[in-house]
């Protein structure tokens, strides 16, 4: 087990609530006597750097206290240490506590969704395989990992219009967002889709290629996935009319999409997606990957972290 826990805490994380949790957080860890230290982050990118110098200690789990986009730099910190060191003995063991607002990728992963639970499995979890992620494309030819999913078209301009709405918290925001999207409804791009050898041609709303079940805190892109099986998950809605893709944005907050003729599911460790005309706007873990893309990779990379969980023993 871990003997020490460096928690990088992201202050502006829960529309600047994060800070808040911290005496309660210190207080549950020293009364189990642990060893941890609280390092806020201090601009975008800071995470990264943090998880990066820390994953390199030994015996140490590198704790993301926040949302998704504190999970996100901070898988990319441990991923980056993991390739830029092959040698390295240590494996990059991850913690979450879930302070932020949507929290998708901790109800994923499998991680509780209250602060005390989250605590609790930190001390007394044990660390299991997780996979991961990455993109290469838009801003990031060199790749950019994630822990929970990406979005291409609708959801990506949702995540924007949700940041917008500084007094709406949680799934309320992205719900408000997601209703304001289908008002403007941008054309969709014409794209080139490629997966298990399969090449098609489609113009989608949305695209979600997922590792974890859920985006914006109550929409169910992929309600059946595992996050350690070694695959991805697709769902591809097509253009339509917004009167029928307001129907199916209510499939997604239950998860029934899959049955709807708009809708196409799949999986697959690789998937491509070439923009014949027009262009695409996608986020990762809701960190803008690029807002007119033309060329995107997606693969899965099996057990590349751990991550702890509740010991279900």
Known sequence: MNKKYAIILNPVAGKGYAPKHIPFINEFLQNYDVNYE?????????????????????DTAVVAAGGDGTCNEVINGLMLTKINNP???????????????????????????????????????????????????????EGRYFGNGIGVGFDTTVGLEAAKLKHIHGAAAYFIAALKT???????????????????????????????????????MAPYANNNDGILNMCLTKQGSRGKLLKTMMHYIKGTQHNLENTTTAQSSSF?????????????????????????????????????????R
Do not use: W
Not at 190 to 218: C, F, H, W
């Open 38 to 58: 609280i390092h806020l982050t201090k601009h975008v990118g800071h995470a990264i750097e943090l998880a990066s110098e820390f994953a390199l200690l030994p």
């Open 182 to 220: 289908l008002i403007l409804y941008p054309p969709a791009p014409d794209i080139e889709l490629t997966y298990n050898d399969i090449i098609s041609q489609v113009s989608p709303a949305l695209v979600s290629i997922m590792n974890g079940k859920r985006m914006g805190g109550t929409f169910f």
């Open 87 to 141: 040698d390295l003995k240590i494996e990059p063991v991850l913690g979450v506590l879930p302070i932020g607002r949507g929290n998708d990728f901790a109800f994923g992963a499998g991680v509780p969704a209250t602060l005390k639970e989250s605590l609790n499995a930190l001390i007394h979890g044990k660390p299991v395989y997780m996979d991961v992620g990455i993109i290469k494309g838009g801003n990031y030819p």
């Open 272 to 312: 491509t997606l070439k923009a014949l005309s027009g262009s695409m706007a996608v986020h990762a873990d809701g960190e803008t990957i690029c807002e007119a893309g033309k060329y995107l990779e997606i693969n899965c990379i099996p057990n590349a972290l751990e991550i702890i969980k509740p010991d279900d």
